[in-house]
Nanobody
């Protein structure tokens, strides 16, 4: 059974930092493209960042470039998202996604940035 469990979400003030983690089980983590998505209240889900299986191709949405860093630890089956200079518009549920022939999603962790 594939499981993706996110953690690290919290209420933080504008300008603050958070680190999200996603622990994966039930699949061969190192084979999968790993991504973070987010969904703000009343808005569509949006892609945030992706990291290739070998950690050699990383991409970010323009809205988070320079502030967020995605990384992975393959032996620990863990994906991270380090977030700095948080803004109220970063508020939302953050999801971890594993993609190969199909995608698996976690349940999400809530990030709330107060102004």
């Amino acid at each position: 059974q594939v499981q993706l469990v996110e953690s690290g979400g919290a209420l933080v003030q504008s300008g603050g930092s958070l680190r999200l983690s996603c622990v994966v089980s039930g699949l061969t983590f190192s084979n999968y493209l790993m991504s973070w998505y987010r969904q703000a209240p009343g808005k569509e889900r949006e892609w945030v960042a992706s990291c290739s299986s070998a950690n050699d191709h990383i991409n970010y949405a323009d809205s988070v470039k320079g502030r967020f860093t995605i990384s992975r630890n393959n032996p620990r089956y863990t994906l991270y998202l380090q977030m700095h200079s948080l803004k109220p518009e970063d508020t939302g549920m953050y999801y971890c996604v594993a993609t190969l022939s199909r995608s698996y999603w976690g349940q999400g962790t809530q990030v709330t940035v107060s102004s």
